[in-house]
T-cell receptor, first 115, second 113 residues
Framework: DVKVTQSSRYLVKRTGEKVFLECVQD?????MFWYRQDPGLGLRLIYF???????EKGDIPEGYSVSREKKERFSLILESASTNQTSMYLC??????????????FGAGSRLTVL | GNSVTQMEGPVTLSEEAFLTINCTYT??????LFWYVQYPGEGLQLLLK?????DKGSNKGFEATYRKETTSFHLEKGSVQVSDSAVYFC????????????FGAGTRLTVKP
C-alpha cells in the first residue's frame, strides 16, 4: 500500500519558535507538495518540489521555507511561527499522468497550533 | 488564472437520498478534473477523475461528467450512505506546470440514518 507519511499529527508551538514538518513518500514520485487547509478556503499551495534540491513557490510561500535533500523526503519549515500559521498542513506527492495532469496522494495531515 | 468554484455546504441528507455537489471551473486549455474526498481525521483521497471533455469518472457509486460547454464537473450519487459523510473537494490540474493544481473550498456532507 503506497503511502505519504507526515511525522506529526498534532503540534503545539509558541510564537517565534522554529517548526519542522516532515513528509516521506514511498512511491518514488518526482513531485511533492505542501498545502495548508483552512475552513472555507480549501487547499492553498505553499511550495512544491519537482526534483531533489529543486523547489518552487506556490500561492502563499511567505513565512515558510522547504527542503528536499532526498527524493522521498520533503520538509516544511516555519522559521518563526506566528499565530496566523495555525492550520492543517497537508503533504502530497504526485504522479504525472500521460494526460499531463498530476494525481496526488496525500498524507493524513499535521494540525499545527501556534500560541 | 485557473480556479474552481464548488457549492457551499454543509449538506445534510438522509440515507438513500440523491446527492449532487456542484462544481464549475475556469481554466485555459484543457485541464483534467478531479474529485477528492476527506474522511474525518484523514488526508484527501482521490475519488474520481476525468481528463477530457465528455469523460465520465466513477468510483464507489459516485459519478461526475466533464462538461466543457458548461465548464462543470458536478458530483452525483444515487443513494448515499452514512459512510459517505466526509468533505468533498473539486479540483483541476492544468497541463503546463507542475504546480497548476487548484482546489475548491470543499463541501461537507453529512448523511443521517
Amino acid at each position: 500500500d503506497v503511502k505519504v507519511t507526515q511525522s506529526s499529527r498534532y503540534l503545539v508551538k509558541r510564537t517565534g519558535e522554529k517548526v519542522f514538518l516532515e513528509c516521506v513518500q514511498d512511491m518514488d514520485h518526482e513531485n511533492m507538495f505542501w498545502y495548508r487547509q483552512d475552513p472555507g478556503l480549501g487547499l492553498r499551495l505553499i511550495y512544491f518540489s519537482y526534483d531533489v534540491k529543486m523547489k518552487e513557490k506556490g500561492d502563499i510561500p511567505e513565512g515558510y521555507s522547504v527542503s528536499r535533500e532526498k527524493k522521498e523526503r520533503f520538509s516544511l519549515i516555519l522559521e518563526s511561527a506566528s499565530t496566523n500559521q495555525t492550520s492543517m498542513y497537508l503533504c502530497a506527492s504526485g504522479a504525472l499522468q500521460p494526460s499531463g495532469a498530476n494525481v496526488l496522494t496525500f498524507g493524513a495531515g499535521s494540525r499545527l497550533t501556534v500560541l | 488564472g485557473n480556479s474552481v468554484t464548488q457549492m457551499e455546504g454543509p449538506v445534510t441528507l438522509s440515507e438513500e437520498a440523491f446527492l449532487t455537489i456542484n462544481c464549475t471551473y475556469t481554466a485555459t486549455g484543457y485541464p483534467s478534473l478531479f474529485w477528492y474526498v476527506q474522511y474525518p481525521g484523514e488526508g484527501l483521497q482521490l475519488l474520481l477523475k476525468a481528463t477530457k471533455a465528455d469523460d465520465k469518472g466513477s468510483n464507489k457509486g459516485f459519478e461526475a461528467t466533464y462538461r466543457k460547454e458548461t465548464t462543470s464537473f458536478h458530483l452525483e450519487k444515487g443513494s448515499v450512505q452514512v459512510s459517505d459523510s466526509a468533505v468533498y473537494f473539486c479540483a483541476l490540474s492544468g497541463r503546463r506546470n507542475n504546480n497548476d493544481m487548484r482546489f475548491g473550498a470543499g463541501t461537507r456532507l453529512t448523511v443521517k440514518p
